[in-house]
DNA sequence: CTGAAAGCGCTTACAG
DNA sequence: CTGAAAGCGCTTACAG
């Protein structure tokens, strides 16, 4: 019932191969010609199947899209860039987030085979850099986003980590802040090795290097941040900041700090990373290393897609500079 | 180069059509023959190609979403409540957010008549009901998650916002709160009108009915929120409480309150609606009234899915509860 | 129980 | 500049 290729053809009286070169603006048809066959296009409201198109040439127009999970604070941002991008070339994108255990790894793998799209952009579920790496290695084109230092085979884009730990050290010694408690996320990700490198390194270069006592392995929730700092508190408090791998973690840092009875920034000033939307509207307002989160989504459509039109992709990282947003939690100049 | 129908025909010495009958699990196959073809099948890795299978059988197994935003603070929930439910029916999600004006909704429906997706899963963006609607009657099966009160002629699923502003008036209520401040959201959604009714009517059946004063009508940001409660105080309190139509609005309002130097809740308690993450995490933790986006779009998708195997659709809409969650910025019993 | 053939709606050499 | 025909990888009557 939907209006065919064929329907165009013998309302235009011409062939299908016609119609064809003329959707597909080929030159070598006559201008009247091609005329003639859009306005019936037009009049029809004809629109090729997308499927038909895919199976003839071999290609679906439609990126993937692989996530964890889609609640994460900062999801939406990447998920956004991404979003507009694909649209904004005429691409589809097709979503997936395989968090349902190893048969959901599978079904995921079968969509490829499948071949229900042509390129991949991904933010890592755990354990999926070997399945994936496989995917590539099988001709699948694929960008990661956010590589967690994982440093895969395939192009992918990050943020300035290292910069922004040390960024994040250099905002507390100007506030004359020397005791830092460093709250991280789980060491097995290269971005929490990188951070925390970034913000060390600065605090030895400044003259006061961090303790083996200064540096808890958090796990970026809220919860677990806010515990942390509660217990050490309530040991005795021996820091006069906290820098948070995420921000969800210096949230709960600064939970722990209210219900202590002690004030943000003044006694303990807080620092987080990412600047997830959450961060401007906390009390005080938190200050934290604001990851590009839509322009990395962005980047990393812009690169599957310019790799999916013929062109090479770079054979380096895209690496976004990372930038401190300085709020409330903070000491002032 | 991937691996067709026709490699595992040769492969088992059997027809196409043998091939395709065990794919599809149709009885009328010989044990043995069907086991022999699926070990190719398993042998080979041989996954049926979507593209080829849709045009076939003129269904494409795909869903479509269509959200105004991807960054919303409760969008997260809903999407991965969707995305959930449609990927372990076997689905694929292609995603939409037609918001770069006109030109992309007609990109989209373009989509529709390409026939990528066999439903359309939608959160409405401004402005597109005569288009969904239009869709709709040409046949393609549409779910619309949260109306917004529009009460469209195809299948929704919402929430009670009518009883969960009676829900927070009553709450209030009982705190002994009789000078509420209310913020609303846009006047044209009809979420915003039930919320309305049932807060108002509870406070007049309560013998406090609300004076026209005790109303405005704002539009689901944090920053009208915090300038509409900060200009209210700063002419004179006369308000014990705020009920927010949204919680980015009830957290602006908590700004304001803290920044006129005032107490949450001992001088004005807030509540807001929704439950979007970040309530459970701001100081003090906001109480509001709790609408399970997870579960409808999880209730969403699952209507959809019924629909298109075959099933017929409720003729009325689906409505989930709300439920007050009392946290601190509520005087506890 | 099994297969040859037509068809889904396109694109693309190949001829003219 | 234009078209007939083959092909993309499946499914599905229709025969046997």
Redesign the pocket.
């Known amino acids: 019932m939907?209006?065919?290729?064929?329907d165009v053809a013998r309302a235009a009286?011409?062939?299908?191969?016609?119609?064809?070169?003329v959707?597909?603006t080929r030159?070598?048809?006559?201008r009247?010609?091609?005329e003639r066959v859009r306005d019936v296009i037009d009049r029809l409201g004809?629109?090729?199947?997308s499927?038909?198109?895919g199976?003839?040439?071999?290609q679906s127009r439609t990126v993937g899209m692989l996530v964890p999970s889609l609640t994460w604070p900062w999801m939406g941002e990447v998920m956004q860039g991404v979003v507009d991008t694909v649209e904004a070339a005429g691409f589809g994108l097709l979503l997936f987030t395989c968090n349902r255990g190893a048969d959901s790894v599978e079904r995921f793998t079968s969509q490829v085979s499948a071949r229900a799209f042509d390129g991949l952009l991904v933010v890592e579920p755990e354990n999926t850099l070997d399945m994936l790496t496989a995917l590539h290695r099988k001709g699948l084109p694929v960008v990661l986003i956010d590589d967690r230092g994982h440093h895969p085979e395939f192009p992918y884009v990050t943020a300035t980590n290292r910069d922004g730990g040390a960024e994040a050290a250099r905002h507390l010694l100007a506030a004359g802040r020397h005791r830092p408690l460093v709250l991280t996320g789980p060491a097995r990700f290269g971005c929490v090795r990188d951070r925390h490198a970034g913000f060390r390194d600065a605090y030895a270069e400044a003259g006061h290097p961090l303790g083996p006592g200064q540096v808890v392995e958090s796990d970026f929730t809220e919860a677990h941040g806010r515990a942390v700092v509660g217990e050490r508190l309530a040991a005795g408090r021996e820091f006069d900041a906290v820098f948070a791998h995420n921000d969800l973690g210096a949230v709960g840092a600064m939970a722990a700090v209210h219900a202590a009875g002690l004030r943000v920034p003044q006694d303990v000033a807080v620092v987080g990373f990412d600047d997830i939307p959450m961060a401007a509207l906390t009390r005080p307002p938190l200050t934290t290393v604001r990851q590009p989160m839509r322009r990395m989504g962005e980047t990393a459509a812009g690169l599957l897609l310019a790799r999916l039109t013929g062109e090479a992709l770079p054979a380096s990282p895209v690496v976004l500079p990372t930038s401190l947003v300085a709020r409330g939690s903070t000491p002032g100049p």
Chains 1, 2 share one sequence.
């Open positions: 939907p209006v065919t290729i064929a009286g011409v062939s299908k191969t016609t119609v064809s070169r959707l597909n030159a070598e048809v006559d009247s010609t091609a004809y629109v090729p199947s499927g038909a198109v199976l003839a040439r071999g």
